[in-house]
């Protein structure tokens, strides 16, 4: 759903003083957006409540529609089984650009008992261009004791019906101005292009002869193939990726890449050791326990880290690997992601605390223990426990850790940081529900399945990727917001697979035609409203974090007092 998400703790109120009075009188009220109508203006095929059974759903209401310029109404429909007064007034902040809103209803009266559908017309002027804010007051009252406003924000993009005949007109005088000089214009084009492939031959031909007499060239290929390192710049270039954001391919490329020219790992390999000095342990300090998790190369132990001070002091920590079979470029990627979020101190993140690279070959990495673990691996858990069992999640539950991690991303998002894989898997979760965001070292190796390679040789979290991702390889906080709201998806359907029945490679045009991943079972309208925002297609219309993170928290609170 392609909305800017604005909201503010006045609308919360205004909502629950709502909800109060309507409860209160026992008068039920809709007012909602028919699924014709969301499917015309957003794409989905839903519903959009705002009132439903006299509960306000308060974040759709905040949120800011855009209104296309070719779309000139909006429908709506609504009743109320008690007697409620209305009151419907707009306001435009641009009444040049666009004439004031009208209804087919007159602008005040009584809700209707039974369910009925009315129309707001939203007509530019053609005198100007830009963007329009509509503000539409509804008014009730209930029982002529009560008075509330609810405020619907809209966006109106509008132009002048003149400018395209003017661009025509001016394009038409430039075509005739062309047409009457198209004859020279040609053969000018030709001459330039002889002279062109002229020059260009005259260089290639003198580059060849200096080649030639070089005397040092043929040496130079010997001295190379003999020595190894001795010309490592010209070794450099040969063998990493052009396409690799920064020449960095064997740091991110697909765990199975295989480095051709076995004398440049070490040089990797030292720089990533480099970067971890600093924070680097003896290897009799760490003791491993059971193992965790494994896939193909990589490892997790439950392990304890003795406290240099005093060693009767231990401490629990993950330990993260690679195992024997691992290759040098796999050593590399897991201590390069394992520094993303070093550094960053935040209650909902867990940066790396230790490493221990003694052992070059098989380094291991210590993060803070979190007693349950994998939050993908513990939602799945979850699933298929008994009602009454301790690990049983409530919504509230579900919805506080949803809350923790937009703080955690709210957090990245100020420190400029860009996570890039956002998902249940790089989470874990504690005995008191307390979640953390993690790295993303080992993510491809231990959930193979949520990876996919396009025919780059580049694993990526398809699923859970941004459509400029997909297309142009293009992260940013937006992108990271589109991948919190299939996180969001991942916790109310309790660790599912988000668009299990599309093919990776159909990924992009799926989303481009407006598909998404449908509203899960006893999912609340207010949190998949959320997750569309997050979904919307321009980047610039989903919900900044720190604006996630003050809905996420006013529902949250609103769960706890009314369910």
């Not at 203006?41 to 409540?49: C, I, P, R, S, V």
């Not at 020279?184 to 002889?194: A, K, P, Q, T």
């Not at 400029?468 to 309790?494: I, K, R």
């Amino acid at each position: 759903m392609q909305h800017r998400y604005g909201h503010d703790t006045s609308a919360f109120v205004v909502s629950l003083l709502l909800l109060a009075l309507l409860s209160g009188s026992e008068a039920s009220m809709n007012l909602f957006m028919g699924e014709d109508e969301v499917r015309r203006l957003l794409g989905f095929d839903a519903e959009l409540y705002y009132i439903r059974d006299g509960f306000v759903n308060h974040c759709a209401i905040s949120f800011n529609l855009s209104v296309s310029t070719e779309t000139n109404s909006l429908l709506l429909t609504w009743n109320a089984r008690e007697m409620v007064n209305y009151h419907l007034a707009f306001h435009v902040d641009r009444p040049l650009a666009m004439k004031p809103p009208t209804v087919n209803i007159s602008s005040s009266g009584q809700v209707p008992r039974a369910l009925s559908v009315f129309k707001v017309s939203m007509r530019c002027t053609g005198q100007v261009d830009g963007e329009v804010s509509v503000l539409m007051k509804l008014s009730l009252t209930i029982e002529s004791r009560n008075r509330t406003v609810l405020t619907f924000p809209r966006r109106k993009h509008c132009y002048r019906t003149l400018h395209a005949r003017e661009i025509i007109a001016a394009s038409s005088d430039v075509d005739a101005n062309t047409a009457s000089s198209s004859t020279r214009v040609f053969y000018i084009s030709v001459g330039v292009c002889c002279a062109a492939i002229v020059l260009v031959a005259l260089l290639l031909a003198a580059l060849h002869v200096r080649g030639a007499r070089s005397p040092d060239s043929s040496s130079l290929f010997d001295s190379e193939s003999t020595q190894g390192l001795s010309q490592p710049s010209t070794q450099t270039t040969q063998c990493l990726r052009a396409d690799t954001p920064n020449n960095a391919a064997p740091v991110s490329a697909y765990p199975s890449l295989k480095i051709e020219r076995n004398e440049l790992k070490p040089l990797l390999l030292a720089d990533a050791q480099r970067r971890v000095r600093d924070i680097a342990l003896s290897r009799d300090r760490v003791t491993l326990h059971q193992v965790l998790q494994e896939g193909t190369f990589g490892r997790i132990y439950h392990g304890t880290l003795v406290d240099e001070r005093d060693p009767t002091l231990k401490k629990e920590v993950f330990v993260k690997t690679v195992t024997e079979h691992a290759s040098e470029a796999q050593v590399v990627l897991m201590l390069t992601e394992s520094c993303k979020l070093r550094g960053l101190h935040h209650r909902n993140l867990l940066p790396v605390c230790a490493v221990c690279v003694d052992d070059c070959t098989r380094p291991l990495v210590l993060l803070p223990y979190m007693c349950w673990g994998n939050l993908k691996l513990f939602l799945r858990q979850c699933k298929m426990t008994e009602a009454n069992n301790p690990q049983s999640l409530s919504q509230q539950e579900l919805v506080s850790i949803a809350v923790q991690v937009a703080c955690g991303m709210s957090y990245l998002t100020k420190r400029e940081v860009v996570h890039q894989d956002l998902a249940a898997r790089n989470c874990v979760i504690d005995g008191s529900l307390a979640v953390r965001i993690t790295d993303t070292a080992l993510a491809r190796d231990l959930f193979p399945m949520d990876y996919h390679c396009l025919g780059d040789n580049v694993n990526r979290p398809v699923r859970w990727m941004a459509l400029e991702s997909l297309l142009h390889n293009s992260f940013s906080s937006a992108s990271d917001v589109w991948a919190f709201g299939v996180t969001l998806w991942e916790l109310m359907t309790l660790g599912q697979t988000p668009y299990a029945d599309v093919d990776p490679f159909e990924m992009a045009a799926y989303l481009k035609d407006g598909y998404r991943i449908p509203q899960p079972c006893n999912c609340p309208d207010e949190l998949f409203a959320v997750m569309a925002c997050c979904w919307a297609l321009d980047p610039d219309e989903r919900p900044k974090f720190q604006q996630l993170v003050q809905c996420l928290t006013e529902f949250h609170a609103a769960l706890l007092a009314y369910v």
